[in-house]
Antibody
Framework: EVQLVESGGGLVQPGGSLRLSCEAS????????MTWVRQGPGKGLEWVAN????????YYVDSVKGRFTISRDDAKDSVYLQMNTLRADDTAVYYC???????????????WGQGTMVTVSP | DIQMTQSPSSLSASVGDRVTITCRAS??????LNWYHQKPGKAPKLLIS???HLQSGVPSRFSGSGSGTDFTLTISSLQPEDFATYYC?????????FGQGTKVEIK
């Protein structure tokens, strides 16, 4: 079964750090870009970061640049999100997702984990 | 960044109704437009990629069309399991941005 399982969420104080993990199974992890998407309470979806198959390219939404780092370990079929200097507006459910490259080299997020909740509060 | 605007923000419909949701991009994105739906407490699910390509396992009552800046998701006959929030997403350029969502509720 193709699946992604996130872990590492929790309650953290403003200015603190947290590391999210996402373990993949059921597909060849090393062949895919991977991404993180978040959803604040009662809000829509916001892309956070993605990482190329070989880890040689990484991209971030402006609001997390310099604070968050995406990485991967293909030996463990896992992608990570290191989150530093957390703020209240980082409070959200964080999803990891697989990037699927389809027709005409179009990308879509075709497999999603169940999400892990991050709460930033004093 | 490319802004994605969906309309309507919410709608009420009955089982069996034909439902149409539109998505407009702030600049041309060719066909790099995806549709997802999300049920409360669940992860989003990819329905359509590249504007009109139905994902494997997604019922044929879902269809997508459009190119450039204007796109449409149509549900030909709404079913009980289709009540959810629908999001469009552009992957033409980084950052990949989502629309604000369209909540489809039971009338």
């Amino acid at each position: 079964e193709v699946q992604l399982v996130e872990s590492g969420g929790g309650l953290v104080q403003p200015g603190g750090s947290l590391r999210l993990s996402c373990e993949a199974s059921g597909f060849t992890f090393s062949r895919h870009w991977m991404t993180w998407v978040r959803q604040g309470p009662g809000k829509g979806l916001e892309w956070v970061a993605n990482i190329k198959e070989d880890g040689s390219a990484r991209y971030y939404v402006d609001s997390v640049k310099g604070r968050f780092t995406i990485s991967r370990d293909d030996a463990k079929d896992s992608v990570y999100l290191q989150m530093n200097t957390l703020r209240a507006d980082d409070t959200a459910v964080y999803y990891c997702a697989r990037v699927f490259r389809g027709v005409f080299a179009s990308d879509a997020f075709d497999i999603w984990g169940q999400g892990t909740m991050v709460t930033v509060s004093p | 960044d490319i802004q994605m605007t969906q309309s309507p923000s919410s709608l009420s419909a009955s089982v069996g109704d034909r439902v149409t949701i539109t998505c407009r991009a702030s600049q041309s994105i060719s066909i790099y437009l995806n549709w997802y739906h999300q049920k409360p407490g669940k992860a989003p699910k990819l329905l359509i990629s590249a504007a009109s390509h139905l994902q494997s396992g997604v019922p044929s009552r879902f269809s997508g069309s459009g190119s450039g800046t204007d796109f449409t998701l149509t549900i030909s006959s709404l079913q009980p399991e289709d009540f959810a929030t629908y999001y469009c997403q552009q992957t033409y350029s980084i950052p990949p941005t989502f629309g604000q969502g369209t909540k489809v509720e039971i009338k």
